[in-house]
């Protein structure tokens, strides 16, 4: 018989966010169009923490850059009308060393 983890009354998980600041030394492309000029951004750095029988940890931590309607224009985005913001999650360019974080 399988038994969900996570059953009526059990803690449900913690998800911790932090704003952290990403440093780009070179140009990034992000997406298809869409590069990174070398410099510091803003964005969030998200993990869970998950408790079990044996003991507390924490999902591996995911980072996401937010960037304003005026930074995709000035990196050359084409953007929509009525557009804010833009979360990209940029995970995979930490993991690679094309962000830092500082």
């Known amino acids: ?5 996570w059953q009526e009354g059990a803690p449900m998980p913690q998800v911790q966010t932090k704003k952290i600041t ?12 869409l ?7 803003t964005g969030t750095k998200t993990r869970t923490r998950i408790d079990s029988i ?11 850059l937010e960037l304003t309607a005026n930074q ?5 985005a084409q953007i929509e009308l009525n557009f804010i913001s833009k979360n990209i999650d940029v995970t995979k ?10």
């Open 72 to 76: 995709l224009k000035s990196l050359s």
């Open 35 to 41: 590069v990174l000029r070398p410099g510091l951004y």
């Open 93 to 102: 360019f930490v993991r690679q060393g094309k962000l830092i974080c500082v």
């Open 1 to 5: 018989m399988l038994v969900s983890q």
């Open 54 to 64: 044996g003991g507390i940890s924490w999902t591996p931590s995911k980072y996401k």
């Open 22 to 33: 990403f440093k780009a030394a070179r140009a990034v492309e992000l997406e298809p169009g």
